[in-house]
């Protein structure tokens, strides 16, 4: 059993986890999917950015398989008096590490040691992160690779985690990358880290471990094997409106795993109460408030839904890292004949779209009362395109106006047994509109699609044709699929205010 840098900061966050990842690796759910895929290469493209800030390091190749060859390699480029190594790899007590930048200290004015005020000679440790700030799970990545690397002989001063600057914007404003210094907690931890491992591999030899659900399995990030573990049964109490993994360990830590555990005298939320007794009846709630959140909604109707990219290294003026921005749009309107008229784009080019939605927007909705949404998202991006666009600043402020928000009209007036806590579109569509889902599209979240419009517009000249053509598709059905489901909800919902 070898560890390494990722395996030893799974086991922190869950010894079960490791032990599948190590004995199931080919598991389905450690397959990657397309929105992993692009979290990869952003980490690698900031990786390759923070590279450009040590100008003539020495790059550690080969295959991440071919272990020994790299080990060989660094120590030969050490010993070869190389100032800068990127991707060094080093082992020791069965745990292999790659380190992002290791960088000499050396000479006067080059690098001060904080935690011991001097100057020094030894090596700066940088592990670079895709990050907008350095994060509390970063220590023990970084830690376990200052321990390997000691252990490998070299004499490490400080150790820094390099970070996206949220002050940052596209293309020029400040600097893209910054650095925290970790040095004293790195140190502090240090101690910890054999042990750790020496736990990890120990597990590793035996059975899967036993492991209570907890916190932990959404912390720092949720675990691909949640459904392995957590029960699936609709009452159990992360099933509950508005708990997730951390309230529902704090419900389970009080002996309350099932929703019919929750003592009479706690106080719940509305729609929780609203659930509780949807469930008990096993039939869908009505309440007679419904008929009055439904009268601002009693005008000349537009829907509309937007999709973004998200990208960690900005592409657009006055960006900011993983800044969302509006790159797509589906809009309904009623015709006033019981009809509906459509209006959609999809921006096509890695030039900023932005100007171009924004007018394209204002014209499709300029004979709308009211616009509904599906939660305050839409919001958000308009008030972002009023900075970004600011010469349709005005129209767009007008259009934020006429914004209606159709998820708190579902959340506090309806609730059906097969919403299971959520009140998500895809969670509610169903359940109140039989015939209409998502289940016969291509793309069927947000994510994915962010991913998907990035890759048409970043990275086209590696897209066939006929590919781009069907992704272009895929995308457009998605984002029709939203706003034609808040033409159905809306309607559904005044049947039931109807009686």
């Not at 292999?96 to 904080?114: A, F, N, P, S």
């Not at 150790?159 to 502090?188: C, K, W």
């Amino acid at each position: 059993m070898v560890l390494s840098k990722s395996r030893f900061t799974a086991g922190i966050q869950c010894h079960k986890l490791l032990w599948w990842k190590v004995h199931e690796p080919l598991a389905v759910e450690l397959q990657p999917d397309k929105v992993l895929l692009d979290r990869f290469d952003q980490g690698r493209q900031v990786g390759e950015l923070a590279r450009e800030r040590f100008p003539g390091g020495v790059l550690i190749t080969g295959p991440h398989g071919a272990i020994a060859e790299r080990v060989h390699a660094t120590h030969e480029a050490i010993e070869g008096g190389a100032h800068t190594i990127f991707e060094g790899t080093f082992v020791a007590n069965n745990t292999q590490v790659m380190v992002d930048v290791l960088t000499r200290i050396k000479g006067e004015g080059r690098v001060r040691v904080q935690d011991e005020g001097r100057l020094g000679e030894g090596w700066r440790m940088v592990e670079a992160k895709m990050t907008s700030s350095q994060k509390d799970e970063h220590l023990p990545d970084a830690t376990v690779q200052l321990h390997i690397v000691k252990e490998n002989g070299l004499d490490v001063r400080a150790v820094e985690i390099m970070h996206l600057n949220p002050e940052f914007r596209h293309p020029d404003q400040g600097e893209l990358l910054i650095s925290t210094d970790v040095t004293s907690p790195a140190r502090e931890l240090l101690p910890t880290i054999p042990g750790r491992i020496a736990a990890q591999l120990a597990m590793l030899g035996g059975p899967l471990p036993e492991v209570n659900i907890g916190a932990h399995c959404a912390e720092p990030r949720e675990c691909p094997f949640v459904e392995r573990c957590w029960p699936q049964k609709a009452d159990h109490i992360k099933k509950l409106y508005n708990v997730g993994y951390k309230r529902a360990a704090e419900y389970m830590s009080a002996g309350v795993h099932s929703v019919w555990d929750i003592p009479p005298k706690k106080k719940l939320p509305p729609a929780a109460q609203r659930q509780l007794r949807s469930m008990k009846e096993n039939a869908l709630i009505v309440e007679p408030s419904l008929k009055d959140a439904l009268k601002d909604f009693d005008v000349r109707m537009g829907f509309l839904d937007f999709e973004t990219i998200n990208r960690a290294v900005p592409v657009w003026p006055g960006m900011k890292p993983w800044e969302q921005a509006a790159a797509q749009f589906s809009y309904h309107e009623s015709d006033g004949t019981g009809g509906h008229r459509h209006a959609e784009y999809l921006a096509d080019g890695s030039e900023d779209c932005r100007p171009e939605l924004a007018q394209l927007m204002i014209e499709a909705t300029q004979g709308a009362e009211r616009v509904a949404t599906y939660s305050a998202f839409e919001k958000t991006r308009i008030r972002g395109l009023q900075e970004t666009v600011p010469k349709l600043r005005d129209e767009l402020k007008a259009l934020e106006e006429k914004l209606i928000d159709l998820l708190p009209v579902v959340r506090d007036h309806v609730y059906h047994p097969d919403f299971h806590g959520s009140f998500s579109i895809k969670a509610v569509l169903n359940p109140l509109v039989p015939d209409l889902s998502y289940d016969d599209l291509i793309i069927v979240d947000g994510l994915t699609a962010s991913v998907e419009i990035a890759r048409l517009l970043f990275v086209a000249q590696k897209i066939a044709p006929e590919e781009r053509a069907r992704v272009r598709k895929d995308l457009l059905a998605y984002c029709e699929r939203d706003t034609f489901a808040m033409v159905r909800l809306l309607a559904r919902l005044r049947e039931l205010a109807r009686g």
